[in-house]
């Protein structure tokens, strides 16, 4: 059994900085793992993963803004973002295990907002 716990979240300006956590509790030490976010009135889209080895993606809208990163001795997971938008304003959800970009185990999410 998996749980995943995010924090970190908050207000913060457009063009400000905000690091997510997500502390893992299981075994989770060989799956990829990854952020997502879902803005009001939209669907849930994935933001970044990273595998065992550290291999990264991002998608396009936050790629050179954001950087996703893991320990696995602590198990844990950080998403840093940078130049924060309006756009980014989001609940951020933490997931752990599956498929790339199917993933198994969900965190509850940490709200973020960008104000301009």
């Known amino acids: 059994q998996v749980r995943l716990v995010e924090s970190g979240g908050g207000s913060v300006s457009s063009g400000g900085s905000l690091k997510l956590s997500c502390a893992a509790f299981g075994y989770v030490r060989h799956c990829r793992m990854g952020w997502y976010r879902q803005a009001p009135g939209k669907e849930r889209e994935f933001v970044s993963s990273?595998?065992?080895?550290?291999?990264?993606d991002y998608s396009d809208s936050v790629q050179g803004r954001f950087t996703i990163s893991r320990d696995n001795a602590q198990s844990m997971l950080y998403l840093q973002m940078y130049s924060l938008k309006t756009d980014d304003t989001a609940v951020y959800y933490c997931?752990?295990?599956?498929?790339?970009?199917?993933?198994?185990?969900w965190g509850q999410g940490t709200q973020v907002t960008v104000s301009s």
């Open positions: 997931a752990a295990c599956g498929l790339p970009r199917a993933f198994v185990h």
């Open positions: 990273i595998s065992s080895d550290d291999t990264t």
